[in-house]
């Protein structure tokens, strides 16, 4: 018997949905100064969605980086790993897929190769994910201490939360229900 991966539909979904967003933010961080609100190429680019989390978490505005903070950049850089390899695990399901890309099924090694990415993509996310959270707790909520508490639960902290299961969601299924049969 063959050994076979069927990706499930939400994961696919994630998986193609998260990389414009990705490189939405990555460029935000990049083009710093510039991107800031009040700068040359905030509006429209960058206006609304990070004029509001720049207020929320400091370490993406003005104070950030001003003090050059390089935790964002460098989770910025896990984050497009991240985006790139749900993109290539997405790919690998439209290649080598013998069903079509939305109800598919990769079978033999190259089942295994795209289970392998996708892990890899799930474990970027769930690591990098808890680290952002974790820094901002043992430094004191540094960036987010002057929020008051009702914004900062419902905007930073339940990102992090709907993010850190999401991503454990997409371990646990790649890992746990892909059927651990033997390949040919």
């Known amino acids: 018997m063959t050994w076979s991966h069927t990706p499930r539909l939400p994961i696919l979904i ?17 083009l710093r100064p510039y991107s800031l609100p009040s700068n040359k190429w905030h509006h429209p680019y960058f206006s609304g969605t990070f004029t509001i989390w720049a207020s929320i978490d400091h370490i993406y505005g003005q104070e950030g980086y001003d003090e050059k ?18 993109i290539v695990y997405a790919w690998y399901i439209w290649t080598n897929s013998t069903t079509g890309f939305w109800s598919a099924t ?8 795209a289970v392998l990415v996708g892990l890899s993509a799930g474990y970027v996310t769930a690591i990098k994910t ?8 043992f430094s004191g909520y540094k960036y987010t201490g002057h929020n008051e508490w009702k914004p900062f639960l419902v905007t930073w902290y339940g990102m992090k ?4 299961p999401r991503d454990l969601t997409m371990l646990i299924v ?8 033997h390949y040919t």
């Open 14 to 30: 994630w998986c193609l949905w998260v990389f414009p967003f990705t490189l939405w933010d990555t460029i935000y961080l990049v």
């Open 69 to 86: 903070e390089g935790f964002v950049l460098a989770q910025s850089v896990m984050n497009m790993l991240e985006a790139i390899l749900c």
């Open 106 to 113: 990769v079978t033999g090694k190259k089942g295994a190769r």
């Open 130 to 137: 808890a680290l952002y959270f974790l820094r901002e707790v």
């Open 161 to 164: 939360c709907v993010a850190l």
């Open 174 to 181: 790649l890992a746990y229900f892909t059927p651990p049969r």
